[in-house]
């Protein structure tokens, strides 16, 4: 049985929170192609250029442990469920629903950002990098919200 090291522990989170980065990066970037609302628009392409900058700071902090970050296409079509539903409802062009599955999203990997601050004993630079992209992922949560009630 392989015992695994602190450090490859910590990358393995790390990367488990690189992949969802990965995925609404993605996720916003096709969200601002797809809706016709300017204001939209650029929020989701706002949206996809900070989860492109977690991404990055993600990497350099799984670096720093010497270890392997996750590669943006290695994730092997493994695309969370609730952006599958969002390209969806695209068709429909239904702004509200559209932002309520935004939120759907934003709430599951605020989970994982609350579970994995939780359980560990992280050191100082990777939970002050955990705790600002958190805060970011519940202030996006936050605007969602009120634009879902302009449009509905």
Do not use: C
Request: glycine fraction near 4%; hydrophobic fraction near 35%; avoid cysteine.
């Amino acid at each position: 049985m392989k015992v695994m090291k602190y450090t490859e522990e910590i990358s393995n989170n790390l990367n488990e929170l690189l992949i969802k980065n990965y995925d609404a990066e993605k996720g916003y970037k096709h969200a601002a192609e797809n809706v016709s609302s300017h204001t939209l628009k650029h929020f989701f392409e706002r949206m996809s250029s900070e989860r492109a900058e977690f991404a990055r700071e993600l990497k350099t902090e799984i670096l720093r442990y010497g270890e392997e970050p996750e590669d943006s296409g290695s994730f092997k079509g493994v695309v969370h469920r609730n952006w599958m539903t969002l390209k969806s409802l695209f068709l429909s062009n239904d702004e509200e629903a559209i932002l309520e599955e935004v939120i759907r999203g934003e709430e599951k990997s605020l989970e994982s950002y609350f579970n994995i601050l939780r359980e560990r004993n992280l050191p100082a630079s990777t939970d002050a990098l955990l705790f600002k992209q958190k805060t970011a992922i519940q202030t996006t949560i936050n605007s969602v919200k009120k634009q879902e009630e302009l449009v509905s």
